[in-house]
Every structure is written in structure tokens, then in C-alpha cells.
């Protein structure tokens, strides 16, 4: 018997407006469509409305988790077409502060997987270790959600507790190796749910341009901070978790794997943190002109483009975010899975409809 | 695949701008399928495809590309406000078309380009007015 299942706009796993309508046949889901704009704001309309430092408070509010990424891929495509370089500490306390926020991310989706999954306990855990990053981000910015550290041209605070970060970022080190790493690979309950569940295959990961944790949990290689490094990626040493299966389970695996490899990142930081300048400039205008800039979020790579008539209004930004190129696959990955599943499989690209919408 | 190569794939005029963030290179009448398919070949990825309004009512859309790590921006301008789809050889494209179908209006030949981000009853083109709605609302 078919039937079709119309969810939303409220997401069943996630608090985001977002429609699904799902046609089955008995538990199998056979076809999947989904709408987004729910939550759309115009906000690159917006942006042309506004001076150049407006525009990075408007930007730190397209969503409410991976903030900085945006004012960070804002300010860099800004100092790109002023042709500026931020000082060398800068560099390094934007790098802190954005593996902190994909800790964050991370830490948070792992919480709401294991809450999906039923497993309240990793999910007490994972809220737990949300709160030390978030003390963590406090420490360092005075905000626990946007933080507003970008400037253009450098940051807005210094990184004056180096000891601090340190000892929370280990505190989590330990945790996310001995509890949830040990969890997400070897639980068999966690396995019979997301083994070979949600597959997104390695073709069909290239063709439809899928980025970050998502991509890499398909096969497909690619992190911005090593392949096209920015800020101080290059002087940091760190791999790049990649899995093969294309399922919910390598998916979890991926993040897992890369909150290690982010508390190795800041350790690192901080051990090379330089003394010196880190002020960001007062700019009013924008040289005449066009540029882009791109990062590796937590979601995957985020990419701006910024034009400039040369007034201190852009006559143009265009935000390009993960989760918008990494959403259409859950179709895909929805095709003939169970319907038990479908809540699991779409959390698991940790979609972002405020960041898709914008 | 190097920028020589792609201007004889592409049979393409203009000159290509080096700058620190990729190379830019508008291309007036571009082929953009062929661009699609020939980028695609040598394992490119669409990044996202930028469009700005131009003169003479039309849209210069930029297709941003990663070609092995490095970012390549092709440009070209519509015609009459229409450009050729390339969704159907680049599944990437499909929501960005739609999108900017729904804020600047453009045409893409080929395909259907149901709404994304706005409603089902709103005019398409919300950019090119400033964001103002028809009068009906959004329902």
C-alpha cells in the first residue's frame, strides 16, 4: 500500500522549519521531497543595505551555532579585496576560536544523534562537555553564542588565558576519546541502527557536490583547511578523518574522529601562539572591485562572495553554505530506507536550516 | 586541467584575471553546458553560481568552481534573461538555479525551476525589486 507522509515545516529530530513529504510503501520509504525558505530572512539583500562593518554583526545571525564561521568567511573575503593581511596572533586566535566552534557543533549534533538513537545517557554526556566549550568560548569572547571576535583585518579580544583553553580543551580531549569515540564505533546498539543505514554512495557524493564531515563520511577527501589552507592551517599538523561506507555510522564516526583532531589542533595553537598586534581596522569603504573567500566549518566549507562599487555599501554578497549543497542528497539518502529511520538519517548530515535559508 | 586547455574545450574569448582568491575570467556567450561537462570531466566541483544583475536587465552569473583545490570563477552574461540549465549534468546546480530563479528571475533553459526559498505564490525576481512583495503577500 502506498502513502505519503507529509512532515514539517517542523523537523521531527531537529527544531528547524523545514517540510518533508515522504512516499511509502508499507515501512519503506520510496521517494523523498523536501521544501526549504521557511525560515528565509533576505539576509544578502539585507547586507547591500549596510556598511561594510555593519554587515559582520548581520552575518554573525544567519545561525546560531557556527557564527563565527560566517563573520570569519565575511571578514576574510573583505580583507581579500582590501588586500590586507590580519597580524600573525590573529591568525592564530581565529584559528582557536573556530576549531572551538566546530567542537561545539560537533559535541552538540553528537547530542542530538544519541537522543535520536535513544541513547539519553551519551546525550546527558555530550550536553555536559557542550558546557565547557561554551565556558571556554565565554573565556575568550564574553559571549556563549555569538561571539563576536572577527574584525576586519584581525579580532576584536585578545586570547588572554592561554592556560584555561588549554585545560578544558583536555578535558574534552579525554572525554571525547574514552566516552563517545568508544561509543560511536564499537556500541553494538549504535552500530545495528546506523551501519549500512542512509547510504550516500561516493558518485553520488561528488556529483551533487557534497562538502565536509557529510562528503568525507562518503569517501571523498576534501577539507579546506588542507587543501586550500587559510589563516594558519598550514603550520598545524593534523589528518583528515575520512570514511568509506557513506552511512549514518561513518558520518558519526567522521565527527568523532574530528574533535580529536580539533583539541590537537588548539593544543597546537596555543603552543605557537605569538605575542603581538591582533586589532582589527575601522574600514568604511571598499575598494571597487569583487572577491571570495572560503573556510572549512563544522558543516563543511563555507564560501562567500563580496562585490564592492566602491561606496561603503557591498552591491552584492552571495553566501553559499553547507548544509544548502549537502541537504538535497538526503533524498538519496532516504530512497528505500525504513521509515523508523528517516528522522536518524536526516539529522545525520547535521543540517542547518537557518544557515540554508539565511 | 590547465586554463589553456579549458579555452580550447571551450573555444572561449577573454582574458583570465590571477588574483589570490582563483582565477576569474569573464567569457561573453559562453557555452556553459560545455563548461559544465568539460569541468566535470577533469574532476571539478561546482562550488555555487553567483548572479548579479547587469545592464540592459541582465544577470552576469559567476560559476564558482573548486578544480583541485583551486577556485575557478567563469562568468557570462544571460540573454534576454535566459541561460542554459547545466542541472542535468550537474546535479549541484539544482537548488542554485532554483534560487536564483526565485531572487533575480533568470530563465534557465531546460529545466523547471520551482520555487525554493520563496513560496509557491510569490513572483520570482524578490532581489530585483528590493525585496518587496506583490501586494497578495507571502502566503
Known amino acids: 500500500m502506498s502513502y505519503t507522509i507529509p512532515i514539517g515545516p517542523y523537523h521531527p529530530a531537529l527544531e528547524e522549519p523545514y517540510k518533508l513529504e515522504l512516499e511509502c510503501e508499507g515501512e519503506r520509504v520510496r521517494a523523498a521531497h523536501l521544501q526549504i525558505g521557511f525560515n528565509f530572512r533576505a539576509i544578502e539583500l539585507i547586507a547591500q543595505q549596510r556598511n561594510v562593518t555593519q554587515n559582520i554583526a548581520l552575518f554573525e545571525r544567519i545561525c546560531g551555532i557556527c557564527s563565527n564561521v560566517h563573520t570569519l568567511t565575511y571578514c576574510l573575503a573583505v580583507e581579500n579585496l582590501l588586500g590586507i593581511e590580519p597580524p600573525l596572533r590573529a591568525q592564530y586566535i581565529r584559528v582557536i576560536v573556530a576549531e572551538l566552534e566546530r567542537l561545539h557543533s560537533h559535541i552538540l549534533w553528537a547530542g542530538a544523534a544519541a537522543h535520536i538513537l535513544g541513547f539519553q545517557t551519551l546525550f546527558m554526556t555530550c550536553f555536559r562537555l557542550r558546557e565547557i566549550v561554551m565556558d571556554l568560548l565565554e573565556s575568550i569572547s564574553g559571549n556563549r553564542v555569538n561571539y563576536a571576535m572577527n574584525a576586519i583585518g584581525g579580532v576584536n579580544r585578545d586570547l588572554t588565558d592561554p592556560q584555561t583553553v588549554r585545560e578544558g580543551v583536555r578535558q574534552i580531549r579525554q572525554a571525547v576519546e574514552e566516552q563517545l569515540l568508544a561509543v560511536f564505533t564499537a556500541d553494538p546498539t549504535v552500530r545495528a541502527r546506523c551501519a549500512g543505514v542512509g547510504i550516500l554512495t561516493k558518485a553520488e557524493a561528488i556529483a551533487w557536490g557534497v562538502v565536509g564531515p557529510t562528503a568525507r563520511a562518503s569517501g571523498v577527501a576534501q577539507d579546506i583547511r588542507q587543501a586550500h589552507p587559510y589563516l594558519v592551517y598550514d603550520r598545524l599538523e593534523f589528518s583528515v578523518p575520512v570514511q568509506e561506507s557513506g552511512d549514518v555510522l561513518a558520518r558519526i564516526v567522521v565527527r568523532a574522529l574530528e574533535m580529536v583532531e580539533s583539541c590537537q589542533m588548539i593544543e597546537q595553537a596555543l603552543d605557537q601562539l605569538p605575542p603581538g598586534e591582533w586589532k582589527g581596522q575601522l574600514f568604511v569603504e571598499l575598494p571597487p572591485g569583487e572577491a571570495v573567500a572560503r573556510i572549512e566549518g563544522p558543516r563543511g566549507e563555507v564560501f562567500y562572495y563580496l562585490a564592492s562599487d566602491g561606496s561603503e555599501k557591498p552591491v552584492r554578497v552571495k553566501v553559499r553554505t553547507p548544509s544548502f549543497v549537502n541537504m538535497p542528497t538526503v533524498r538519496l539518502m532516504l530512497k528505500d530506507a525504513t521509515l523508523a529511520d528517516a528522522p536518524l538519517i536526516q539529522a545525520s548530515i547535521d543540517p542547518c536550516y537557518s544557515c540554508t535559508d539565511r | ?139
Open chain 2, 1 to 139: 586541467m590547465n586554463l589553456q586547455e579549458l579555452r580550447q574545450a571551450l573555444r572561449a574569448d577573454g582574458t583570465p584575471i590571477e588574483k589570490i582568491d582563483g582565477i576569474w575570467w569573464h567569457i561573453p556567450g559562453l557555452d556553459v553546458r560545455l563548461m559544465a561537462q568539460t569541468l566535470l570531466q577533469s574532476e571539478a566541483r561546482l562550488i555555487t553560481i553567483t548572479a548579479r544583475p547587469a545592464d540592459a536587465g541582465e544577470c552576469r552569473l559567476i560559476y564558482h568552481w573548486d578544480c583541485q583545490g583551486e577556485m575557478w570563477h567563469l562568468s557570462t552574461l544571460t540573454q534576454g534573461g535566459k541561460i542554459d540549465s547545466i542541472a542535468a549534468i550537474c546535479p549541484a546546480a539544482d537548488w542554485i538555479e532554483c534560487e536564483i530563479h526565485d531572487l533575480y528571475a533568470v530563465v534557465f533553459s531546460g529545466r523547471e525551476t520551482p520555487p525554493l526559498v520563496l513560496r509557491a505564490d510569490d513572483p520570482s525576481g524578490l532581489f530585483l525589486s528590493n525585496g518587496k512583495l506583490s501586494q497578495e503577500g507571502k502566503k
